[in-house]
């Protein structure tokens, strides 16, 4: 028998109170794109983790093509021909492609030698990069190539990539495919995470499941429906968000003409930005990462001031508004940086609970807090959102993110807001979870309340929204009605919203 590339044999890691991988076995074989699926907390992230080198495993052994292999850090693991893309890219946005990707490098060759390397490898791959392009200035898609050809560089024997699609437009992600398509036919072997199973069923030769921390078994993508992978995940069947017939009212929310600075260097302007949203509507919004996405929200939840009047809220000008002050009024919000924008880290889920809640929620009086109602507040939070931590003592750093993300946007929901903004709403939350989240959107919209969704999947975008508009370059595209509208067309609303006439819902 061929011997695997690496083979995962009774691999166990536990955390006080939580036994991350439990006994997890399996094989990947040469030039494999071996998919690996699981809940939030099923024990991906730590697997993958011990893999690279971060984490040492209780007890259990890897062997790379029947040698032990034991990394005692990710340098150990590159050496050994492992390289992997984080979810969250680690580039510094004021140096440019090359200066980068020598930071990665233990003994970069001189900067000349490297950028022509660099041309050379991202050509070869269909990934071009100019290494001498400031990272700041690069598209979502432009960054995670770098990420790519740093790892390209190493020659590795197996790719680890993980939720690399997420900041992707279609036409994006067919690019990638075809690169790993290359790799895969000159031998690399790929251990390929991601939530988005349709992904999985196109790519992956084979995917293994975890569930709590276990393996609970295999197949073959291709031959597997995208509903029976989600169900082998949960261990139950999956239901799927249901619509409810509404009739949208008057307008709820408005902006018009607005035109706002870029906040930094590397942020971007919104330009002539018109935005309406009926009660009853989800307002669908895509684009790519990095696109004004973060900018938007900001203006619309209060983070950003502007001219009273550039923001309406029924009518009346609310742009001089803070968020403590739209919070009142009914405008509530979830931005996409769950730990440490939309949560404190440190902080207890009881403790954050209170920081959007307080108003609404009435969890204050003559300026003392009342801590048992803020309790009973995030336990119902946990209980409404299949939150899955000890209690409401435990600090927001001490969630896995999917579940830090059930319990941010359960939080805004339950307070029913008139209007709800949330960008990025199931990034890095399973099926089951994404599809309970999309289910609370649809059904407070069907309650009244206006929503509107800013988020960089096209899937989910489509399920819930009955309109639909693209951020690019800060400028957002004239809506259109949500039914019947193709992945090509949606792709070239991302790509180019700022050559579309611009208009009201």
């Known amino acids: 028998m061929t011997v695997p590339l690496l083979s995962l044999q009774g691999l166990t890691k536990a955390y006080p109170g939580v036994v991350a991988n439990d006994s997890v076995s399996f094989d990947i074989?040469?030039?494999?794109?071996?998919?690996?699926?699981?809940?939030?907390?099923?024990?991906?992230?730590?697997?993958?983790?011990?893999?690279?080198?971060?984490?040492?495993?209780?007890?259990?052994q890897m062997l790379l093509r029947g040698a032990p292999f034991a990394p005692a850090e990710p340098?150990?693991?590159r050496a050994d021909g492992i390289?992997?893309?984080?979810?969250?890219?680690?580039?510094?946005?004021?140096?440019?492609?090359?200066?980068?990707?020598?930071?990665?490098?233990?003994?970069?060759?001189?900067?000349?030698?490297?950028?022509?390397?660099?041309?050379?490898?991202?050509?070869?791959?269909?990934?071009?990069?100019?290494?001498?392009?400031?990272?700041?200035?690069?598209?979502?898609?432009?960054?995670?190539?770098v990420e790519i050809i740093r790892c390209l560089l190493q020659d590795p024997k197996l790719l680890i990539m993980d939720e690399p699609t997420s900041v992707l437009t279609p036409q994006e992600v067919e690019i990638l495919f075809k690169t790993l398509q290359k790799l895969r036919a000159e031998?690399?072997?790929?251990?390929?995470?991601?939530?988005?199973?349709?992904?999985?069923?196109?790519?992956?030769?084979?995917?293994?499941?975890?569930?709590?921390?276990?393996?609970?078994?295999?197949?073959?993508?291709?031959?597997?429906?995208?509903?029976?992978?989600?169900?082998?995940?949960?261990?139950?069947?999956?239901?799927?968000?249901?619509?409810?017939?509404?009739e949208f009212g008057e307008v709820a929310m408005a902006i018009t003409g607005?035109?706002?600075?870029?906040?930094s260097a590397f942020g971007t302007s919104l330009k002539n930005?018109?935005?309406?949203?009926?009660?009853?509507?989800?307002?669908?919004?895509?684009?790519?990462?990095?696109?004004?996405?973060?900018?938007?929200?900001?203006?619309?939840?209060?983070?950003?001031?502007?001219?009273?009047?550039?923001?309406?809220?029924?009518?009346?000008?609310?742009?001089?508004?803070?968020?403590?002050?739209?919070?009142?009024?009914?405008?509530?919000?979830a931005p996409e940086e769950r730990l440490g924008h939309a949560a404190a880290p440190d902080m207890s889920l009881t403790e954050n609970a209170m920081l959007t809640g307080s108003v609404r929620e009435g969890l204050e009086k003559n300026g003392f807090l009342d801590w048992g109602k803020t309790k009973d507040f995030a336990e119902r939070i946990i209980k409404a959102f299949d939150v899955r931590t000890p209690g409401p003592g435990n600090a927001a750093r001490s969630l896995s993110g999917g579940n830090l993300q059930k319990f941010v946007i359960g939080r805004e929901v339950l307070q029913n807001p008139d209007v709800l903004v949330v960008n990025q709403p199931t990034w890095g939350v399973d099926a089951a979870a994404a599809a309970a989240i999309r289910q609370s959107l649809l059904d407070l919209a069907a309650k009244g309340a206006a929503v509107i969704c800013i988020s960089q999947d096209l899937d989910e975008l489509m399920e819930i929204s009955d309109s639909f508009a693209a951020l690019n370059e800060g400028r957002l595209s004239a809506p259109r009605e949500a039914a019947g509208l193709t992945v090509e067309e949606i792709g070239l609303m991302m790509g180019g919203a700022h050559g579309m006439e611009v208009a009201h819902v």
């Not at 929200?297 to 001089?320: C, F, M, N, W, Y």
Request: with cysteine.
């Open 273 to 333: 930005v018109h935005l309406t949203v009926r009660k009853g509507e989800i307002l669908g919004i895509g684009g790519v990462a990095g696109n004004g996405q973060d900018e938007l929200l900001g203006v619309l939840s209060g983070e950003v001031l502007t001219a009273a009047d550039a923001v309406k809220l029924h009518g009346q000008p609310i742009g001089r508004h803070g968020p403590t002050a739209r919070r009142a009024l009914g405008v509530l919000a």
């Open 187 to 246: 031998g690399t072997s790929i251990l390929y995470i991601s939530h988005k199973l349709e992904e999985i069923r196109t790519l992956c030769d084979h995917a293994t499941i975890l569930r709590l921390g276990k393996n609970v078994g295999e197949c073959t993508p291709s031959e597997t429906s995208a509903r029976d992978m989600a169900e082998m995940m949960v261990g139950s069947s999956l239901q799927t968000p249901q619509r409810k017939t509404r």
């Open 29 to 60: 074989g040469e030039g494999e794109v071996h998919a690996l699926l699981g809940e939030n907390g099923a024990g991906k992230s730590t697997l993958v983790k011990m893999i690279y080198g971060l984490v040492k495993p209780d007890s259990g």
């Open 83 to 145: 390289a992997m893309v984080f979810q969250h890219f680690s580039l510094f946005d004021a140096l440019n492609v090359a200066e980068n990707i020598a930071l990665g490098m233990e003994n970069p060759p001189e900067m000349r030698d490297l950028a022509a390397r660099i041309r050379e490898v991202s050509e070869t791959y269909g990934l071009p990069l100019d290494p001498f392009r400031t990272v700041g200035d690069l598209s979502a898609g432009e960054r995670q190539r």
């Open 75 to 77: 340098r150990a693991a």
């Open 258 to 263: 607005l035109s706002v600075p870029a906040p």
